[in-house]
């Protein structure tokens, strides 16, 4: 008779640590976060815009020095955007340079597919570009 105790037991546990198993499988399943179709991704003015939030009510910010702060991003991507287009032939030179070495290195039937590539990745790039 103990013998056939300690099997129900032990049953009876095993039965209990798979159901935890499935039910906690199961919980995860329920929580995962879905995919939205309709996501767009954040663009700068909208990280500036939590910044500045941020910034407001964190610093607790006057009207007067959310202004001067605004003002003062204002200037810094100003600043950002000539020295990228002032180096922008570098940049586009070195891409070159890399894409020429890739050529270099495939076959005629690499080659066609790899230029099928790069004009997919002008084209996201550019949907991405600001505005």
């Known amino acids: 008779m103990k013998r056939s105790g300690a099997i129900a ?10 159901g935890s198993a ?10 995962a976060r879905t ?3 309709d996501a767009r991704r954040a663009t700068a003015d909208d990280y500036r815009r939590r910044y500045l939030r941020e ?10 020095q959310l202004a001067k702060l605004t003002a003062i991003l204002d200037n ?5 955007r000539e020295l990228s287009e002032k180096h ?3 940049y586009d030179a070195i891409h070159q340079n890399q894409r020429e070495q890739v050529n270099a290195l495939l076959d005629e ?3 066609a597919e790899y230029a099928k590539m790069v004009k997919e990745r ?10």
């Open 9 to 18: 037991a032990a049953y009876l546990g095993l039965t209990f640590v798979a």
């Open 22 to 31: 499935v039910g906690g499988f199961g919980h995860w399943i329920y929580q």
């Open 35 to 37: 995919v939205r179709a």
């Open 55 to 64: 910034m407001e009510t964190r610093l607790k910010l006057n009207p007067e």
């Open 76 to 80: 810094t991507r100003t600043v950002f």
């Open 88 to 90: 922008r032939p570098e």
């Open 109 to 111: 039937a690499q080659r």
């Open 122 to 131: 002008e084209a996201r790039r550019k949907g991405f570009q600001r505005h």
